[in-house]
């Protein structure tokens, strides 16, 4: 079986996480904690990163940072991980869903604005799949309204915009280090702030809400309460093991890209593009193998893909069920106008298998397998 995910280990990570033992020291801000934290900072030219436990807690971080409450609205596509709602929703807010573009799959700029009402407070984000949205028309959006943006990048380490990491470009950019990204540590993600405002801040709200890093530095004699906060650091453990795939992050993105090309040759293929449609990568995006996925007919013809490929020992995936239609997003949201491409659209998208270790012929044997499903 070809598996559609198999989580990617560098030779170092066992040497680090060794050394974490040998130091004595396995809370958060340690020695790797420091360094991926400052590797963050600098890749992605940003005031300040953090490593927390998951891409889930950096964007609970934000609704904290952003002081989210009761009533508040928050922007998203319905396409999204439930994580990005539930961040806001915690606070109280209510999620105002606005459709996507179905060339990339992410939310459509030109719909953001009929969305805003005097109670917006955000517009959240996901470039999908390392695709980045149209940033330039929503910070235009954001600034006009006064508004935040978060970028959920749980995808996008190593994917650019107009040669801009995606994540640093917003208010806030989160990311994952999730089992199944580019880079990971089992689970973990970052915040990135890229508005220096709140650079202190974020600091005394991933540490419970203390000035524990002030103690630490030695500009206060004892560290105390001063805001609201949780606990958002992950172990030197996770740091460790993220920071050996840090050290590699250019070799990692190109394997993936070139796994990536090859699907993408192989299926533009006139036997194969007739039937289906790839994903569009615009000029000024570039995106970083994360994700390799195609679209089918519709639901029905996607479900036989699914079982067809597995009969040939291939597993495939579809991706997210649209917020809005689940009976969360019922309950804490709505949308914005008409569903025109989010559910049609995320019923015929199809992921296939794309790893480190994947090989170029397991690519090409893929892809014979979803022809023959055409024959
Ligand atoms: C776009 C997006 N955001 C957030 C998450 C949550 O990431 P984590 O598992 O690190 O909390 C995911 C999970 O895959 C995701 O796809």
Redesign the pocket.
């Known amino acids: 079986m070809i598996p559609f995910n198999k989580p990617f280990i560098t030779q170092s990570e066992q040497r680090y996480l060794q050394e974490v033992i040998e130091n004595n020291k396995f809370c958060g801000d340690g020695e790797f904690t420091r360094r991926c934290n400052e590797w963050l900072k600098n890749y992605f030219d940003t005031t300040k990163a953090l490593l927390t436990t998951?891409?889930?807690?950096a964007?609970e971080l934000t609704s904290l940072l952003m002081n989210i409450k009761e009533g508040d609205e928050i922007i998203m596509p319905s396409f999204?991980?439930v994580?990005?709602a539930n961040a806001y929703v915690l606070r109280g807010a209510k999620i105002v869903f606005v459709d996507i573009r179905p060339d990339t799959m992410n939310i459509d700029e030109n719909k953001i604005e009929e969305a805003v009402t005097s109670k917006t407070k955000a517009i959240v984000l996901?470039h999908y799949a390392g695709v980045g949205c149209n940033m330039d028309k929503i910070m235009e959006i954001a600034d006009k309204h006064n508004l935040f943006v978060v970028e959920?990048a749980?995808?996008c380490l190593n994917a650019t915009y107009h040669g801009r990491q995606l994540g640093s470009i917003g208010h806030f950019g989160?990311l994952?280090?999730?089992e199944?990204?580019n880079f990971q540590c089992g689970?973990?993600?970052a915040i990135l702030v890229n508005d220096e405002n709140f650079s202190e801040r974020a600091e005394v709200v991933k540490d419970k809400g203390t000035n524990i890093n002030k103690f630490k530095a030695g500009i206060v004699d004892r560290y105390s309460w001063v805001d609201i906060g949780s606990s958002y650091s992950p172990s030197e453990f996770n740091a460790a093991f993220l920071y050996a795939q840090f050290e590699i992050a250019d070799e990692i993105t190109k394997k993936r890209n070139l796994l990536a090309d090859a699907y993408r040759e192989n299926l533009s293929a006139p036997d194969a593009k007739e039937h289906l449609e790839l994903q569009t990568i615009p000029k000024h995006c570039k995106p970083n193998g994360h994700i390799f996925y195609f679209k089918l007919k519709d639901y029905d013809e996607r479900k036989r893909m699914i079982a067809h490929l597995k009969e040939n020992g291939v597993q495939s995936v579809f991706h997210y069920v649209p917020l809005h239609s689940s009976a969360g997003g019922k309950i804490y949201g709505r949308f914005s106008g008409e569903d025109k491409f989010t559910t049609k659209e995320s019923e015929r998208l199809l992921r296939l298998p794309l790893y480190h270790e994947l090989e170029v012929e397991q690519v090409n044997f893929i892809c014979e397998k979803v022809k023959e499903f055409y024959k």
């Open positions: 998951s891409c889930t807690h964007l999204t991980f994580s990005a996901v959920d749980a995808h989160t994952s280090f999730h199944t990204k689970e973990g993600g």
